[in-house]
């Protein structure tokens, strides 16, 4: 889980999409992912957690169903949400975690 640890705790913000290969609705996030991505480019880190492969990070974050959607920031927990969500949706909701921060 290290590596998933130090890329949370970063400054960008990063999307996690836990899903599962067997679960629909995660089918339809990835295309919607890679149109986020082309949309908010590097300011975002976007990763897909296979929670049948990654059991570990899926209990931590106790993640109930799939898909479930967390936006971290310096590794904490800044927003989440389970289910299908367009990527304009997802941009409105990244947009205030993309500022720097000014109380820092």
């Known amino acids: 889980m290290g590596y998933f640890s130090d890329i949370i705790e970063g400054e960008t ?3 996690v999409d836990f899903f599962a ?3 629909q609705p995660c089918k339809i996030m990835k ?3 890679v149109q986020l991505k082309a949309i908010v480019g590097d300011k975002v880190t976007i990763l897909k957690i296979d929670i049948d492969k990654n059991r570990e ?3 931590k974050y106790h993640i109930q169903s799939v898909p479930t ?3 971290f920031k310096k590794g904490e ?3 989440r949400q389970s289910g299908v969500m367009q990527a304009r949706e997802l941009e ?3 947009n205030p975690f993309l500022l ?3 109380n820092k």
Do not use: G, M, N, T
């Open 77 to 79: 927990i800044v927003w």
């Open 100 to 102: 720097p921060d000014e």
């Open 69 to 71: 959607l967390i936006i």
């Open 21 to 23: 290969e067997w679960c």
């Open 57 to 59: 990070v899926a209990q």
């Open 13 to 15: 913000p990063v999307l």
């Open 92 to 94: 409105q909701i990244l």
């Open 31 to 33: 295309p919607i992912l």
